[in-house]
Nanobody, 117 residues
Framework: QVQLVESGGGLVQPGGSLRLSCAAS????????MGWYRQAPGKQRELVAI???????NYSDSVKGRFTISRDNAANTIYLQMNSLKPEDTANYYC???????????WGQGTQVTVSS
C-alpha cells in the first residue's frame, strides 16, 4: 500500500519560512518523479515544484527563487523549503508521486500552510 505522509505545515508570518516533508512508503521511490502541489480555497490545485527521479527540478513562476524542492532517496523523502512566504502562498500543500514505469500516480492527504500576520 502506497502512503505519502506530509508534515511541516503551520501558521507563519509573511516573510517567514517553513520546511515541508513528505515521507513515501510502498513505492519504488527512486523510480518516481515527486512533486508538491497546492490548493487554496475556491481554486484549482496547482503545481508548485517537481523533482524527477534523476534530480532535475522545476518550479512554478510564482515560487521560483523562494522555494526549493529536494529529495533524499535513502530516506524516501522529499522536502520543500519555503522562504519569503507571502499571504498568497496560503493553501493546502499536497505531495505527489508519479511512478515512471507503470505511470501510477499517488497523492498525500495534504498539510495546511497559512501565511498571515
Amino acid at each position: 500500500q502506497v502512503q505519502l505522509v506530509e508534515s511541516g505545515g503551520g501558521l507563519v508570518q509573511p516573510g517567514g519560512s517553513l520546511r515541508l516533508s513528505c515521507a513515501a512508503s510502498g513505492i519504488s521511490f527512486r523510480s518516481s518523479h515527486m512533486g508538491w502541489y497546492r490548493q487554496a480555497p475556491g481554486k484549482q490545485r496547482e503545481l508548485v515544484a517537481i523533482i524527477t527521479s534523476g534530480g532535475t527540478t522545476n518550479y512554478s513562476d510564482s515560487v521560483k527563487g523562494r522555494f526549493t524542492i529536494s529529495r533524499d532517496n535513502a530516506a524516501n523523502t522529499i522536502y520543500l523549503q519555503m522562504n519569503s512566504l507571502k499571504p498568497e502562498d496560503t493553501a493546502n500543500y499536497y505531495c505527489n508521486a508519479y511512478h515512471i514505469w507503470d505511470r501510477s500516480n499517488y497523492w498525500g492527504q495534504g498539510t495546511q500552510v497559512t501565511v498571515s500576520s
